[in-house]
C-alpha cells in the first residue's frame, strides 16, 4: 500500500496544487478561527468577572443577612431573594461554616474561599461545579470593617459557553467555506497558471509523434516569469535541433555526391581491369599502369575525405578533455613547411617564424597549418612564391595566385563549398572548414581575404591567444595545462 505522500505525488499537478493551496487555507483558517475562540472566550470571562466584582456587598447588606454577634444566617434557606443578576451569593465565615443568602443554587465551596474567609487572601476567583453539574464562575472576597466573614458570588458560565458554541458554529460554517473556495480557487490558478505548461506539453507529444521541430509556442515579449523563460528554451532547443538536422541532412547528402565520384572512378578502373581478366584480352602495360595509378589515387582521395569527415563529426563546442597541449606554434607551422615545399617543389615559399605558444590539440593544430598551405600551394602560378610569416600570434599566408572572388569569401569556410574554378581540382570541400573548427577551439580567429597590396592572390590569417615564451613549469611535450 502505498503511503500518503506518495499518493499525493501521484496526483497531477493541478490536482496537487489545488490540494496544497486547500490545505494551507484549511490550516490558516482553523488557526485562526481557533485564536478567535479563545480570544472571545477570554474576553467573555473577563466580562463575566469585572460584573462579579462590580457587585461587591458592603457591611449593611451583609448584616442584612447574617448576624454578625453569632455569625448566624437571619434568613430561612427557603426565602432567598432573587439577585438581578443572576448571581448566588454565599456568606462564608472562617470556621467553614456558609449559607445561601441569593440565589437558588449552592455552589462548593473550595480551599480558596475558606482562605479568604479566614483573613489569608483578599480575594478569590475560580471555577465550580455545582450539585447539578452546571459550570459557575465564583468571586470570593472580603468586606471592609468584617472580619471572619467573606462573600462569594458565583454566576454560571452558560451564557459564556452558549456564546462560544454558536461561535464554534459560524467558526466551523465559514472555515469550511474558506476551504471549499480556496479549493475551488486553487483549481482555477493552477488551471490559469499551468495552461503554458499544457501548450508546452502538446508541443512536445506533437514533436515527438511527428518529428517536426518547426513548432514555436508563442510567447510575450515582455513576458519574464518561469514559464515564458521554459517556452523561450523550448523554442530555442527545437530551433537548435532544426538546424542541426538541416546541417545532418546536408552534410550526408555532401558526402553522399563527394564520395559518388571517386567511387564510380574506382568501379570504372577495376571493372575494366577485371573485364580483360576475364576476356584474355591483356590491357597495355602504359594504359595499365595508368589505371593503377587512378585507382591509387582515387583510393587516396577516399581516404582524406572518410578522414575530414570524421574529423567534422566531433562536437563543435569546446576543446577536447586529455587532447589539448601547450604547444610551439612555430614549431607545428614549420612541419608543416616542410611538407609544403614537398608539394610544390616549384614554388618559392618564404618563411619568417617566431616563436609563440598555445594550447590546442597537437594533430588538429598542425593539420589546420597543413590545410592552409595545401591552398596556398594549390592555387599558386608555376614558379609562384607563398609568403607565411607567424609574429605575436598572427599566422598569415600570401599566394600570388588568382584569388577568390568577393562574392564567394563568405563561403569559403562552409563545409563542401568549393568555387566553380576549382571544381577540377582534387579535394573535398572540407579543408577549410576544418581549419575554421580547429581554430575556433583553440580559442582564435581564422580570415580568408583578398590581397591588399595590388596583387593577385588570397591572404589567409589565423590568430590565436598565447604568449611568447611558454608558461614556467609547463612541459609543451607532456601537455601541461596552461
Known amino acids: 500500500m502505498r503511503s500518503p505522500v506518495r499518493r499525493v505525488r501521484a496526483l497531477p499537478i493541478r490536482a496537487r496544487l489545488s490540494l496544497l493551496v486547500a490545505a494551507a487555507v484549511a490550516f490558516a483558517v482553523a488557526a485562526a478561527a481557533v485564536a478567535c475562540w479563545f480570544v472571545v472566550k477570554s474576553v467573555l470571562v473577563s466580562s463575566l468577572d469585572e460584573a462579579l466584582k462590580a457587585n461587591r456587598m458592603d457591611v449593611q447588606q451583609v448584616s442584612k443577612y447574617l448576624d454578625l454577634r453569632t455569625f448566624q444566617c437571619a434568613h430561612d434557606p427557603g426565602t432567598h431573594e432573587q439577585n438581578p443578576y443572576g448571581s448566588s451569593v454565599q456568606l462564608v465565615d472562617r470556621t467553614g461554616g456558609s449559607c445561601l443568602v441569593i440565589g437558588t443554587e449552592e455552589v462548593p465551596l473550595t480551599d480558596a474561599d475558606h482562605a479568604v474567609a479566614e483573613g489569608e487572601s483578599s480575594s478569590a476567583l475560580h471555577d465550580a461545579t455545582g450539585s447539578d453539574g452546571t459550570q459557575y464562575r465564583v468571586f470570593t472576597y472580603t468586606v471592609s470593617d468584617l472580619r471572619g ?203 619568417d617564424v617566431r616563436p609563440w605558444y598555445v594550447r590546442a590539440e597537437p594533430a588538429a593544430l598542425e593539420r589546420a597549418v597543413v590545410n592552409i598551405l595545401d591552398n596556398a600551394v594549390k592555387f599558386s602560378p608555376d614558379s609562384g612564391t607563398v609568403d607565411v610569416c607567424l609574429a605575436d600570434g598572427v599566422l598569415t599566408v600570401r599566394d600570388h595566385g588568382p584569388g577568390i572572388p568577393a562574392d564567394e569569401l563568405p563561403h569559403v569556410f562552409d563545409r563542401f563549398w568549393r568555387s566553380p574554378s576549382a571544381r577540377a581540382l582534387p579535394g573535398s570541400g572540407l579543408g577549410l572548414s576544418i581549419v575554421a573548427r580547429t581554430v575556433q577551439q583553440a580559442g582564435g580567429t581564422v580570415s580568408l581575404t583578398r590581397a591588399e597590396d595590388g596583387g593577385d592572390g588570397t591572404v589567409a590569417t589565423v590568430r590565436l591567444p598565447g604568449a611568447p615564451v611558454p608558461p614556467p613549469e609547463v612541459d609543451t611535450v607532456d601537455g601541461g595545462q596552461w
Do not use: C, Y
Not at 173 to 196: C, E
Not at 205 to 215: G, I, N, P, S, Y
Not at 312 to 327: E, F, K, N, Y
Open 149 to 351: 466573614v467573606a462573600v462569594s458570588a458565583a454566576r454560571p458560565l452558560s451564557e459564556v459557553n452558549s456564546s462560544l458554541s454558536n461561535l464554534a458554529l459560524v467558526l466551523v460554517f465559514v472555515a469550511g467555506a474558506g476551504v471549499v473556495g480556496a479549493g475551488a480557487a486553487g483549481l482555477w490558478v493552477a488551471r490559469a497558471g499551468l495552461r503554458p505548461v499544457d501548450e508546452l506539453t502538446r508541443a512536445v507529444e506533437h514533436v515527438a509523434r511527428t518529428e517536426d521541430l518547426t513548432v514555436r509556442i508563442p510567447v510575450e515579449d515582455d513576458s519574464e516569469d518561469e514559464i515564458a523563460r521554459l517556452s523561450r528554451s523550448f523554442n530555442s532547443m527545437t530551433s537548435s535541433l532544426a538546424s542541426s538536422r538541416d546541417l545532418q541532412q546536408q552534410l550526408i547528402a555532401d558526402a553522399g555526391h563527394e564520395l559518388r565520384t571517386p567511387l564510380t572512378s574506382l568501379r570504372t578502373n577495376i571493372e575494366l581491369l577485371t573485364r580483360s581478366e576475364e576476356t584474355g584480352r591483356p590491357i597495355p602495360e602504359a594504359d595499365r599502369k595508368a589505371l593503377l595509378a587512378s585507382v591509387k589515387a582515387q583510393m587516396t582521395e577516399l581516404a582524406a575525405l572518410i578522414g575530414d569527415l570524421q574529423e567534422l563529426s566531433r562536437p563543435d563546442t569546446g576543446q577536447h578533455a586529455g587532447r589539448t597541449r601547450i604547444l610551439a606554434w612555430h614549431d607545428v607551422v614549420e612541419s608543416a613547411l616542410r611538407r609544403a615545399r614537398l608539394r610544390g617543389p616549384e614554388l618559392t615559399i618564404t618563411a
